[in-house]
């Protein structure tokens, strides 16, 4: 028995009891058997997910097909003044104001232009289209294969993030201690097929 209370212990110990209580409701409420330890720590990813707002496929392509917004502009109260300043100008004047504000805004960290933009509610739909070589390379002209292209890898990054988010602290410590071993060794091998090769 005591073995078993350490399993429990070994998979959920990271997470915290509200967590931990959320995540036994929401398995209990299904009308399973008792849960195992693994069990337990999938319904607590399953409620992170919902929590973390990641959007449905469709609705992330949704998002993609709308993404083009105007956003407006931002000014902090100096750039409010030197655009106050554009108005009401004529001719050089005008050209002199307008200048001051854009070598303004190009400086300050709290103003923005305003204009067309992507928006996306969720920073996954954002990297999918960044990593499929953004919208303008997405849409094709061909709905269906968009669509479905966009899905697929977006089915793949959520499905990795969420990996990467559940990996209990001691995978997560292994994973990184290993990495840089990996990749020395890809390395090594690497540099001995080039050589077998030449």
Known sequence: MEQVGASY???LEDLGSDELKAAAAHYLSTGRFFPTPGDLRSAAMDLRRISFGIPAPLEAWAQVQNALRH?????CE???RLLDACAGKADRAYYDAVNAHGAHEDVCDDCRRGGYRE???HELVERTVRLLGGREALMTGNPAADRKQFIDAYREIVDRELERLSLLPEVQKFLEQHQGANARLRMADL???L???A
């Open 195 to 197: 050589t077998v090769e």
């Open 78 to 80: 100096v750039g409010q």
């Open 119 to 121: 928006v996306y509610s």
């Open 71 to 75: 956003v407006p502009g931002v000014a």
């Open 9 to 11: 212990l070994l998979v």
């Open 191 to 193: 540099a001995r097929k």
